[in-house]
């Protein structure tokens, strides 16, 4: 079965560091692009930045750009998506998702989700 | 780059048709065919329903359709069911970023 599992829910305080992961299986995970997605509180989703495990290019979204890391570990078929100083403003939950012929296809594939929550 | 622009929400009787449009520029859907439409129920994943602007992936029930005129794509759900209640996002390539952009959902409401 071809499947993204993400990590658990994470709690934290503004300011610290954080490192949620998205691991594949089923599927050649160097083959296909693997994308990042937040959904806040109530709202819609957002592209944040999409990564080729093969070679790992990345590409941010601007507004995402300087502000979170996407990478992987292609020996062990993981997809990351950290930070490294967290804001109230970046609780919500965060979904990746395999992209089938980027830009052609689609997210064809959905993690989980994982539910950041960032309060003093 | 803006947001694919979405009704916020459209509504229908059991077994009816509705249409939910999602318009962009010439730099996202009128450039190219790469539009993608999602379900997502609440509190869940979302699904992927139409890729490449009017296919759909194995499974997908062929009540859903989409389509693609000039910088607005459509979905489309026919005999409207229960279970069709969500909220739909779609979105295209755009060149302006290299990558994804996604409309702002729309909310389908079965009376």
């Known amino acids: 079965e071809v499947q993204l599992v993400q990590s658990g829910a994470e709690v934290k305080k503004p300011g610290e560091s954080l490192k949620i992961s998205c691991k594949g299986s089923?599927?050649?995970?160097?083959?296909?692009?693997i994308g990042w997605v937040r959904q806040m509180p109530g709202k819609g989703l957002e592209w944040m930045g999409i990564?080729?495990?093969?070679?790992?290019?990345?590409r941010y979204r601007p507004s995402f750009q300087g502000q979170v890391t996407i990478s992987a570990d292609k020996s062990i078929s993981t997809a990351y998506l950290q930070w490294s100083s967290l804001k109230a403003s970046d609780t919500a939950m965060y979904y990746c998702?395999?992209?089938?012929?980027?830009?052609?296809?689609?997210?064809?594939?959905w993690g989980q989700g994982t539910m950041v929550t960032v309060s003093s | 780059q803006s947001a694919l622009t979405q009704p916020a929400s459209v509504s229908g009787s059991p077994g009816q048709s509705i249409t939910i449009s999602c318009t962009g520029t010439?730099?996202?859907?009128?450039?190219?065919?790469?539009v993608s439409w999602y379900q997502q129920h609440p509190g869940k994943a979302p699904k992927l329903m139409i890729y490449?602007?009017?296919n759909r992936p194995s499974g997908v029930s062929n009540r859903f359709s989409g389509s693609k005129s000039g910088n607005t794509a459509s979905l489309t759900i026919s005999g409207l069911q229960a279970e069709d209640e969500a909220d739909y996002y779609c979105?295209?390539?755009?060149?302006?970023?290299?990558?994804?952009?996604f409309g702002g959902g729309t909310k389908l409401t079965v009376l």
């Open positions: 010439s730099s996202d859907i009128g450039a190219y065919n790469y």
């Open positions: 089923g599927y050649s995970f160097t083959s296909y692009w």
């Open positions: 998702a395999r992209h089938s012929a980027f830009p052609q296809g689609a997210f064809d594939i």
């Open positions: 979105t295209s390539y755009t060149t302006s970023i290299a990558l994804g952009v």
């Open positions: 990564i080729y495990p093969g070679d790992s290019d990345t």
């Open positions: 490449d602007v009017t």
